[in-house]
């Protein structure tokens, strides 16, 4: 049986509730990928073309620095990995997550969070930073999850 670990960015607290109820269902550790520097709500403005988070989407080599790194990523056989979707894809900062450990032979499976948008190519583009892990795209989890349902999709991932 593989270690699991629930690894998740959150910004508003959507993400961090998927993923607590994913880390339950999947019997995973769960870890959060915080900011050395927090998302204040102007950071966050998408429409204000000068914002944090706006100009960290718009540069690709943006890495916004993470407060804390996770000591035993060794552990780990399976990471699900969330994040809300920004401009189409993942935060910045999921690069840097990535980007900060070996995932050599691992499986790190995707969810997302997003007021209307989907997954899109995000499993390609992040493949591109871990190409020696399998990426798997795995779903959407807004609105109302329940525990049976997100435990029934982690079987039918037979990880």
């Known amino acids: 049986m593989s270690?699991?670990?629930?690894?998740?960015?959150?910004?508003?607290?959507?993400t961090k509730k998927a993923a607590e109820l994913l880390a339950?269902?999947?019997?995973?550790?769960?870890?959060?990928?915080r900011p050395e520097v927090p998302y204040t709500k102007a950071d966050l403005n998408?429409?204000?073309?000068?914002?944090?988070?706006?100009?960290?989407?718009?540069?690709?080599?943006?890495?916004?620095?993470?407060?804390?790194?996770?000591?035993?990523?060794?552990?780990?056989?399976?990471?699900?990995?969330?994040?809300?979707i920004w401009w189409y894809t993942a935060p910045s900062i999921i690069k840097t997550f990535l980007e900060s450990y070996n995932f050599a032979g691992k499986k790190i499976v995707l969810f997302a969070t997003s007021g209307s948008s989907g997954l899109g190519e995000t499993d390609r583009e992040l493949q591109k930073l871990c190409p020696d892990a399998k990426i798997i795209s795995g779903?959407?989890?807004?609105?109302?999850?329940?525990?049976?349902?997100?435990?029934?999709?982690?079987?039918?991932?037979?990880?």
Do not use: C, H
């Not at 706006?54 to 080599?61: G, H, K």
């Open 139 to 159: 779903k959407m989890l807004n609105g109302s999850q329940t525990r049976e349902g997100l435990e029934a999709w982690v079987r039918e991932l037979n990880l």
């Open 46 to 84: 998408w429409m204000d073309k000068k914002s944090r988070s706006t100009l960290e989407m718009n540069d690709p080599a943006s890495r916004p620095a993470i407060a804390e790194k996770l000591s035993d990523m060794d552990a780990y056989d399976v990471i699900f990995l969330g994040f809300p």
């Open 24 to 33: 339950a269902a999947a019997e995973a550790d769960l870890f959060e990928i």
């Open 3 to 14: 270690k699991k670990l629930v690894a998740y960015f959150s910004a508003s607290g959507v």
